[in-house]
């Protein structure tokens, strides 16, 4: 697809709208289920590294799509809450390694709660095709943007 003069293209603002509402309605259901261990924003890393237990600040920036600056104020607020904590890399000093404890593998189980919820109004009139072909064009575009980024990123650098 290429740009159309005079098209209405408003994509971009439907999803920063999306992204909006998603982040203040799961802070709120956090909270009326008595959650104070984390935030929406603070989930995007623990997703990561319920997946893979630990991972290099560089890895869950990668991972996460979030700027390195702001993993690390993550990253402090986690470690405050008793979620992650953090390690000097004995084969590179200069990188640190994040772990996930005990209390943030056992947050899993409030983040599921919230999530059913968050799936459960906001796809409340999707189908399972529509839902499968919504996340299908979604990860087309975010591959797309990734795409750019990596390369343009390269170009700087050379």
């Known amino acids: 697809m290429e740009y159309k003069e005079n098209h209405d293209y ?6 920063t709208k999306i992204k909006q509402f998603n982040i203040r309605i799961f802070n709120q259901l956090l909270n009326e289920i008595g959650c104070t261990d984390f935030t929406c924003e603070q989930s995007f890393i623990l997703q990561a590294l319920w997946r893979k237990n630990e991972l290099t600040c560089i890895e869950i920036a990668n991972e996460t799509g979030l700027a390195p600056n702001t993993v690390t104020v993550l990253l402090n607020n986690l470690s405050k809450n008793g979620m992650i904590e953090r390690k000097a890399n004995p084969k590179d000093r200069r990188q640190v390694i994040v ?9 899993k189980k409030d983040f599921d ?6 799936i459960n109004i906001g796809f409340k009139d999707f189908t399972d095709t529509e839902y499968e072909q919504f996340q299908k064009s979604l990860e087309k575009l975010c591959l797309s943007y990734e795409n750019y980024f990596n390369s343009s990123l390269k170009e700087k650098i050379c």
Do not use: D, F, H, W
Request: charged content about 30%; glycine content about 4%; aromatic content about 4%.
């Open 113 to 118: 709660k919230v999530l059913s919820r968050i």
């Open 99 to 107: 772990r996930i404890t005990e209390k943030g593998l056992n947050a």
């Open 10 to 15: 408003s994509c971009n603002k439907y999803i």
